[in-house]
């Protein structure tokens, strides 16, 4: 396994266990706010360096591979609605005074469930096909 992956699927798995962390205690607390804003943190820091160091490489090699090209194209429309919905939730509870927190349950279970499809599909599809790649 390539360095760069090893660490994706690291930060993939130390931002599951903050939201999990924040799940169980929920963001009312100031420990809660802490794992809130730890998450955004490390979410955004984890795609700037797929921004940077994955998707480019890809992308150049998607030009002469129309499979990899639908696969990313595919993954890039998934992530806008992702990014909606992320960026949805740390506004709300940032931005909230008063968590409701049967809402915030909910809002929490959604969120994980999302992030953990993604990475799961990410790292079979996208992780792989890059892993391929720098073999060949």
Do not use: C, W
Not at 12 to 35: F, P, R, V, Y
Not at 76 to 105: L, P
């Amino acid at each position: 396994m390539s360095k760069l992956v090893n660490e994706l699927k690291q930060e993939h798995h130390a931002i599951t266990d903050i939201l999990l962390e924040l799940q169980k205690i929920g963001a009312s607390t100031t420990k809660g706010m802490e794992l809130l804003m730890q998450s955004k943190t490390s979410l955004l820091a984890h795609l700037t360096k797929e921004d940077k160091q994955l998707y480019p490489y890809l992308h150049e090699k998607a030009k002469s591979d129309l499979s990899l090209r639908k696969t990313l194209d595919t993954f890039g429309a998934e992530m806008e609605k992702i990014t909606e919905f992320v960026f949805d939730f740390y506004q709300k509870y940032f931005d909230s005074v008063n968590i409701n927190k049967t809402e915030f349950v909910k809002d929490i279970s959604k969120f994980i469930v999302t992030l953990k499809s993604r990475i799961m599909r990410e790292e079979v599809a996208i992780y792989k096909a890059y892993e391929k790649l720098k073999l060949d």
